[in-house]
C-alpha cells in the first residue's frame, strides 16, 4: 500500500470515528467493504466543504452521475460538471446513506444504499443511491455515481434515532 493509500484509508477511518460515519454499531462488514464505504463516505465529506480537490482526487476522470428524477427524467452529467457544481455552490450540503448492500470482488464494488440529503439543514430530498468503484494504486475511487430523486415522502432516516 502506497503512502497515499495509506493516507486514504487512514482520513476514512477518522472520519468514520470523529464524524460516526454511516456504518452502524454492528458493523456487517469485511475490512473490503469497509474501505469501498470509507470511499464513498470521503467523498461525502469533501462534499459538505465543497473541496473540489478533494472531490476530484476520489473521482476517477471521465466518471458519470445519473440522476433519476422524480418524474422519470434522466439526467447524465460528466465528473466535470459534478466538480464544477460543487465549487460553485455555498448552501451546506449534508448527504447520509444507511443499510449499505456492499459487494466487492477484487477491484471493483458496488455500494447500494438508501439516502437522505439536507440543504442548509433542511431535508431536501432522498433516494436510493448506488455507487460504482475501483480500486487504483491509490484506493477506492469513484467510476459512476447514480441516484434517484423522492421529494415527497422521505421516511425518517435510522439514522436520527442512533443520537
Known amino acids: 500500500m502506497n503512502l497515499r493509500t495509506r493516507t486514504l484509508a487512514t482520513l476514512a477511518a477518522a472520519y468514520f470515528v470523529l464524524a460516526g460515519g454511516n456504518v452502524q454499531a454492528k458493523d456487517p462488514y469485511d475490512a ?58 455555498k448552501e451546506a450540503f449534508r448527504e447520509r446513506i444507511w443499510d449499505a448492500q456492499v459487494t466487492v470482488q477484487g477491484n471493483l464494488a458496488q455500494v447500494w444504499a438508501p439516502y437522505d440529503f439536507h440543504l442548509d439543514g433542511k431535508l431536501s430530498h432522498c433516494g436510493v443511491d448506488s455507487f460504482s468503484l475501483v480500486r487504483s494504486a491509490d484506493g477506492w475511487r469513484v467510476a459512476g455515481v447514480s441516484y434517484t430523486v423522492q421529494k415527497a415522502g422521505c421516511a425518517p432516516s435510522p439514522l436520527d434515532s442512533e443520537g
Open 32 to 89: 473490503s467493504q469497509r474501505e469501498a464505504l470509507g470511499a464513498v463516505d470521503a467523498l461525502f465529506a469533501a462534499m459538505a466543504r465543497h473541496d473540489v480537490d478533494a472531490s476530484r482526487q476520489l473521482i476517477l476522470p471521465g466518471a458519470s452521475f445519473v440522476v433519476v428524477l422524480p418524474d422519470g427524467t434522466v439526467k447524465i452529467e460528466p465528473d466535470t460538471g459534478y466538480l464544477e457544481t460543487l465549487g460553485k455552490h
